[in-house]
């Protein structure tokens, strides 16, 4: 699709800079209140397509992208799909929970470029979102920044975790749920991503974007995020809207 960078650039070229800047510009939106409760209207869209869509909260919070793990995601990038890149073509997004429970703890789980105990191979396993159990969004790379987290769509698609041990935990938790469908939303919206290309991650075999060379890893997926789940967060995702 048309990218809406150039125009966003001069969109804010043209407005007023407020004085002194904020000092984090990323999380102009106030942050998602902490109830249970519906959150407050949208603002009505204005038909200007994708750039109506509302950014969440988002705090930056990079891993180590060093020139080292740059080097390796291209070559993983080369085995797995042929082509040496570093960046994602945004296609489709997935959704996973950490098995963990902590942001901190995903952060370090990521932040290392070592080969992962599962599949042995560098670069480290990263995504490029994680959703805390309070509703914080964390970015950990670029949006586009190519991240092994599911094998197959690494190519293709943008990982979103979530910190929590069930689809059901993540499902039931009011405030992460709300702030998962906002960054979804979001992303969808501005990548023009169709609703049924967002995933879970046991989903991922049936994804019409799936791609694997290495053939002893063409069935390979997880049990995060079944299809039973993804129903329900696909209809949140539907009823959102762009
Ligand atoms: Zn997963």
């Known amino acids: 699709m048309l990218t809406l960078a150039p125009l966003l650039a001069a969109l804010a070229a043209a407005w007023p800079t407020p004085a002194p800047p904020a000092p984090a510009a990323h999380t102009a939106q106030a942050p998602a209140p902490e109830s ?31 020139a080292q793990r740059r080097r390796d995601t291209a070559a993983y990038a080369k085995r797995h799909y042929g082509r040496a890149t570093t960046t994602v073509e945004p296609h489709a997004i997935v959704v996973h929970y950490t098995v963990n429970d902590s942001v901190d703890a995903t952060w370090n789980t990521f932040a290392p ?66 702030a998962s469908i906002r960054l979804t939303r979001w992303l969808r919206c501005r990548y023009g991503i169709a609703v049924r290309d967002v995933i879970g991650h046991a989903e991922s075999l049936s994804s019409r974007f799936h791609r ?27 009823d959102a809207g762009c």
């Open 113 to 178: 470029n070592v080969a992962d105990p599962e599949l042995r191979e560098r670069p480290g396993t990263c995504a490029q979102f994680v959703v805390a159990r309070n509703g914080r969004i964390v970015q950990l790379t670029p949006v586009t920044f190519l991240c092994r987290h599911t094998v197959g769509l690494n190519w293709a698609a943008i990982g979103i975790e979530h910190v929590g041990r069930s689809d059901a935990e993540v499902l039931g938790n009011a405030a992460q749920l709300r």
């Open 36 to 66: 249970g409760r519906p959150s407050p209207a949208r603002p009505k869209p204005t038909g200007r397509g994708p750039a109506a869509v509302p950014r969440p909260a988002i705090t930056r919070r990079f891993i180590p992208l060093t």
């Open 212 to 238: 694997e060379r290495v053939a002893a890893l063409r069935r390979q997926t997880h049990g995060d995020f079944q299809r039973s789940a993804m129903r329900r967060y696909r209809a949140l995702v539907r």
